[in-house]
Antibody, heavy 122, light 107 residues
Framework: EVQLLESGGGVGQPGGSLRLSCAASGFTFSSYGMSWVRQAPGKGLEWVSAISGSGFNTNYADSVKGRFTISRDNSNNRLYLQMNSLRAEDTAVYYC???????????????WGRGTLVTVSS | EIVLTQSPATLSLSPGERATLSCRASQSVSRYLVWYQQKPGQAPRLLIYDSSNRATGIPARFSGSGSGTDFTLTISSLEPEDFAVYYCQHRSSWPLSFGGGTTVEIK
């Protein structure tokens, strides 16, 4: 079955760190770019970060640049988001998402996980 | 950074009616505009990519059009399951961004 399953969410302290993970199955993971998208409670979608299939190219929203790092392990079909220097405004459901076509810059998302909730609070 | 503005914020319609949703970009995104549907408690679902291409399994009542800065998502005849929030997203350049969403609610 083609699916994405996020984990690692929870409560983090302001200034602290969390690491999110996304397990992929049912497709050739290394052929597809991946992304993290978040949604604050009751708010809209916000793109956070993206990584190419090879892992060589990454991009970030200005709101997380310098604090968050996206990475992937193609041998284990996993996507990661290392979140440092957490802020209250990082509180959101974090979704991992797969791009719609392989081997190219097709940055729209045809497969989403269920999301993992990150709450930043002391 | 490209800003996407969706209108209206809320659309109140009855089943069977036609829904027309708008997404305007702050600068040209060519045809690289995507539409998603999101229901409460669920992840977004891809509807339309690159302005007018329906994603796999999306019913023909959903259609997209536009280029440059002005885009439209049309639902020709609303079914009960279509009442949801709709987001546009561009993939023209980095950073990617989403519009603020349009809620289609039952009148």
């Amino acid at each position: 079955e083609v699916q994405l399953l996020e984990s690692g969410g929870g409560v983090g302290q302001p200034g602290g760190s969390l690491r999110l993970s996304c397990a992929a199955s049912g497709f050739t993971f290394s052929s597809y770019g991946m992304s993290w998208v978040r949604q604050a409670p009751g708010k809209g979608l916000e793109w956070v970060s993206a990584i190419s299939g090879s892992g060589f190219n990454t991009n970030y929203a200005d709101s997380v640049k310098g604090r968050f790092t996206i990475s992937r392990d193609n041998s284990n079909n996993r996507l990661y988001l290392q979140m440092n220097s957490l802020r209250a405004e990082d509180t959101a459901v974090y979704y991992c998402a797969k791009v719609g076509r392989d081997n190219g810059d097709y940055w729209y998302f045809d497969l989403w996980g269920r999301g993992t909730l990150v709450t930043v609070s002391s | 950074e490209i800003v996407l503005t969706q209108s209206p914020a809320t659309l109140s319609l009855s089943p069977g009616e036609r829904a027309t949703l708008s997404c305007r970009a702050s600068q040209s995104v060519s045809r690289y505009l995507v539409w998603y549907q999101q229901k409460p408690g669920q992840a977004p679902r891809l509807l339309i990519y690159d302005s007018s291409n329906r994603a796999t399994g999306i019913p023909a009542r959903f259609s997209g059009s536009g280029s440059g800065t002005d885009f439209t998502l049309t639902i020709s005849s609303l079914e009960p399951e279509d009442f949801a929030v709709y987001y546009c997203q561009h993939r023209s350049s980095w950073p990617l961004s989403f519009g603020g969403g349009t809620t289609v609610e039952i009148k």
